[in-house]
């Protein structure tokens, strides 16, 4: 149980161009959903915290205009990384929260997208 | 906001032995402490997770303690096997001004010597 998909598992595009990042609860809904960027042996940094049906709320230094989230139905959030530069390659996950299932704050993360930006 | 420190960064321990990896965070706010595995280019694994009205929390072979008064926290794997490598990650959920996700640490690269 507590199924995260994402999609797609790993994207390569040229620079400047725009990239989607789909992230999926299977057999939750999920009113409050994460997005994490992590680089090669490194920790996991929170990006931003998506609430359905509201704006996103980010961490500080990251550009809410490169990184677009959008939280728009209880099993989806997307982020969209506008106009990709090679520093913006990396490993993006996504966790969401069930609030039915063990704690409340428990967070279930995703498989994770690489994103390679040429 | 938070800071989660995290140690040792590599622990290398004899299968059968014990490991212990050791956190400490700065937000006294901060309430929930989960810990994370994580093997090489997959999701991070929820293995177990305390919240901060409990001392201790053990789940067979893994156990988790905190010390809310000197803000730190522990994991503990006894009677360590090879499927037990990995990467592992503390982290502390602080919440405010509409943010509310995972402060992690570093991590800890845990190999267990066969």
């Known amino acids: 149980g507590a199924v995260v998909s994402q999609h797609p598992s790993r994207v390569i595009c040229k620079s400047g161009t725009s990239v989607k990042i789909e992230c999926r609860s299977l057999d939750f809904q999920a009113t409050t959903m994460f997005w994490y960027r992590q680089f090669p042996k490194k920790s996991l940094m929170l990006m931003a915290t998506s609430n359905e049906g509201s704006k996103a709320t980010y961490e500080q230094g990251v550009e809410k205009d490169k990184f677009l989230i959008n939280h728009a139905s209880l099993t989806l959030s997307t982020l969209t990384v506008t106009s990709a530069h090679p520093e913006d390659s990396s490993f993006y996950i996504c966790s969401a929260r069930d609030f039915d299932r063990g704690f409340a704050e428990t967070q279930y993360f995703g498989p994770g997208t690489r994103l390679l930006v040429l | 906001g938070e800071n989660v420190e995290q140690h040792p960064s590599t622990l290398s321990v004899q299968e059968g032995d014990s490991a212990v990896i050791k956190c400490t965070y700065s937000d006294s706010a901060s309430n929930y402490f989960p810990w994370y595995k994580q093997e090489l280019g997959k999701r991070p694994q929820l293995i177990i997770d305390i919240r901060s009205n409990v001392g201790e929390k053990k789940d067979q072979r893994i156990a988790v303690t905190l010390n809310k008064t000197a803000k730190h926290f522990s994991l503990h794997i006894t009677e360590t096997q090879p499927e037990d490598s990995a990467v592992y990650f503390c982290?502390?959920?602080?919440?405010?001004?509409?943010?509310?996700?995972?402060?992690f640490g570093k991590g800890t690269h845990l190999i267990i010597q066969p």
């Open positions: 982290a502390a959920r602080y919440s405010g001004g509409g943010a509310d996700g995972l402060t």
